[in-house]
């Protein structure tokens, strides 16, 4: 059975299915089983526990919403359940999980031809291979559409040139999916680990994502064949509907790690005692910021169940996401900075989960399109005018 006992003050868990908890009840345990004993060291240790990738593909984990090649073929909400899960147990495997399942097998999936779909999608879904997706250059984050990674038609091919940085998984995938300049408009590749002119290296001296993969792509005079590019995809449009999939499940996932914390500065606040031997949890400050962390996690809840519900009969849009993106990852960080609060000196140490976690939703805030930038695809969908620039 699972030790962690969920976050649920409104009764939302009468809103789910049998199905829906059941999926989240996996994915709770395999947490609670194979993530926690190990993720401290992995954080400590600047590592990603790449053992845990074979049992993320056995449980359906990978690609989860995709039918077909293997998948799962979940919904969008039993699929935030699961992201929730795996970002209470670290930000760093849901990313893994995110960059797989929605910026690899779904453009694939979305995009590709018929024989890409057959040769990636049965191996990224079961953990046989790694993928990871290079829209981010040195230059350009959040306004990829600046990109100067380019990609020219020469014979039976393309030739890629250009750099790539921030990008999870980078040098452990066997496939990249790289988002180029043509001609013809940006286009996505899949370029495989071993291409001649690709290469790749790690980033380091994270303090934060530190149990997860990141890297720089460097592809020079870098010759893939023809079939090597996905043929639906053309335009930004292509990358940006990749990343609403991401973003859909950070939305979700943000909401695990919150939990996370929320829980641990309770449970302390109840036994911690100061002041005539009472616990800290019976001071009125102490259980403001309580009343605020699960206040504003049950909003974080109903929205990404509202979300979830209009994506799984194919309604949400970018504009959406943007909002759940937004305000529960801004949401995740506030409740990790109150939870290190009420833990006092404890607070910064590894033996809680509190300060791993606010460390992960710093980059959980700047990535997948920062805090900034969702505020303005709001601010157009509101006014109808774009303020990006
Ligand atoms: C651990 C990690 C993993 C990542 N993984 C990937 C990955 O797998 N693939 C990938 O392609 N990328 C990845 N990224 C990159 C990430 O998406 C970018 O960092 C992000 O888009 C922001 O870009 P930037 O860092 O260049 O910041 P910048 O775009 O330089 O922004 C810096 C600041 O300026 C603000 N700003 C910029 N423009 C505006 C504006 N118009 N109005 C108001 N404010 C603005 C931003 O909000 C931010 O506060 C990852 C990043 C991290 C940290």
Known sequence: MSRFPGVDYLMIDSQFSEQ?????????????????????????EGRFPAELIPELGRLGFLGATLPGYGCAGMSHVEYGLIM?????????????????????????????????????????????????????????????????????????????DGEKTWITNGSVAGVALVWARTEDGIRGFLVEKGTPGFSS??????LSMRASVTSSLSFSECRVPESAMLPGAKGLKGPLACLTQ????????VIGA???????????????????????????LVQEKLAHMITEITKAQLLALHVGRL????????????????????????????????????????EYPVMRHLCNLE???????????????????????????
């Open 20 to 44: 829906e908890l059941m999926v989240r009840q996996t994915a709770r345990q395999f947490v609670d089983e194979r993530v926690l004993p190990l993720i401290r060291d992995c954080f400590r």
């Open 84 to 160: 929730q899960e795996l970002e209470r147990g670290d930000s760093g495997l849901r990313s893994f999980v995110s960059v797989q399942s929605a910026l690899v097998m779904y453009p694939i999936f979305t995009y590709g031809s018929e024989e890409q779909k057959q040769r990636w999608l049965p191996r990224l879904q079961s953990g046989e291979a790694i993928g990871c997706f290079g829209l981010t250059e040195p230059g350009f984050g959040s306004n990829p559409a600046g990109m100067l990674t380019r990609a020219r038609h020469d014979g039976a091919g393309w030739i890629l």
């Open 201 to 206: 290296s790690d980033l380091h001296g994270k």
């Open 246 to 253: 991401a973003r859909f499940g950070i939305g979700w996932g």
């Open 258 to 284: 919150a939990m996370d914390c929320y829980e641990t500065a309770r449970s302390y606040a109840v036994l911690r005692k100061q002041f005539d031997d009472r616990p800290i949890a019976s001071h009125q």
């Open 311 to 350: 994506g799984d009969k194919g309604k949400f849009d970018p504009a959406h996401i943007s909002m759940l993106k937004r305000n529960n990852a801004a949401m995740a960080l506030d409740c990790a900075r109150l939870s290190r609060d009420l833990l006092g000196a404890n607070g910064i140490m590894d």
């Open 363 to 389: 980059t959980v805030k700047t990535y997948e399109g920062t805090d900034h930038i969702h505020a303005l695809v709001i601010g157009e969908r509101v006014t109808g005018v774009a303020a990006y620039k």
